[in-house]
């Protein structure tokens, strides 16, 4: 593929995105109104991949960035681009780099409505939708029955529990994320028999703090997993993003959340989701761009 391309009356080129002043995506971002901090443009990078499009005065145009887990897959996120080079085709160039990168991998990315039929057209398919919850943190959480287990913050030990309980629920093993995301997270787990059946993170993002991942076999325990933070968070912004739409809701809008966005999950290649009885799920992502 061509690393450059020419819009009418200027050119652009594709630069990787960590030669590129984090000030600018940061900029991007905050063009379309998305929350990311120029700290959490930092981290994105150390952990993931990317290339950003700029003119020849190096001025950005678009970014767009991917996750691979292990040697299948890559989650697609942080795909931006300027009003006035996605008119002109920025955005289908910018995911053409993105295939040639990704090539023979699975995909898998959450897709803005403004996106979605850019998408469809590159051969993604609608998987589930994912509704951002979020809001000031109520100083009053609705009660919870006593959890079925043991609620206890984790320290490095557990990292190997947590990526193999991860991996069944997400359905490829995203060990690369999960250890990026312990020096910056609180972790808290639920343990019966002294074994650990769901585990949650919760960070610094953006306005305040995000919950995610969040993984459970049923909804009373990613309730808890859940409340254990917010405890914690009581009077100060927080984000839980969820493919649910039973108890967890109701918990989150008697907690002062309100839906804030709503994006489709959406694949190209294998499927993602496969729901199972009683097994492992990701009740909350970790983010748009990291699933």
Partial sequence: MPKSVRLKSFELVAREINEVDVGSLHALSVAVGWPHRPKDWDWLRQFGRGIAVV??????????????????????????TTPRSQAQGNARWLMEQVFE???????????????????????????????????????????????????????????????????????????????????????????????????????????????GPVVASNDDDALQLIAVHLRNLKGQFARVDTRETGPLVKFLRASDFQVAERVTTMSRGQLLLNRKAGEPWVYGLAGHALG
């Fill in 55 to 80: 003119d020849s005065i190096g001025r950005v145009f678009g970014s767009a960035m991917w996750f691979p887990y292990g040697q299948d897959v890559a989650m697609i996120g942080l795909v931006i």
């Fill in 101 to 211: 990168e990704c090539r023979g991998r699975n995909l898998y990315l959450n897709s803005t409505r403004a996106a979605h039929n850019l998408y469809v057209s590159l051969g993604f398919a609608n998987e589930a939708t994912v509704w951002m919850h979020q809001g000031t943190v109520a100083s009053s959480l609705p009660n919870l029955p006593a959890p079925n287990g043991d609620l206890i913050e984790a320290g490095i030990d557990a990292l190997g529990q947590i990526i193999e309980l991860d991996t069944q629920a997400f359905g490829w093993k995203r060990e690369e994320l999960i250890s990026a995301l312990v020096p910056i997270s609180s972790i808290q787990t639920l343990r019966r028999d002294g074994r650990i059946v769901g585990y949650s993170m919760c960070r610094e993002f953006g306005r305040g703090h995000v919950i």
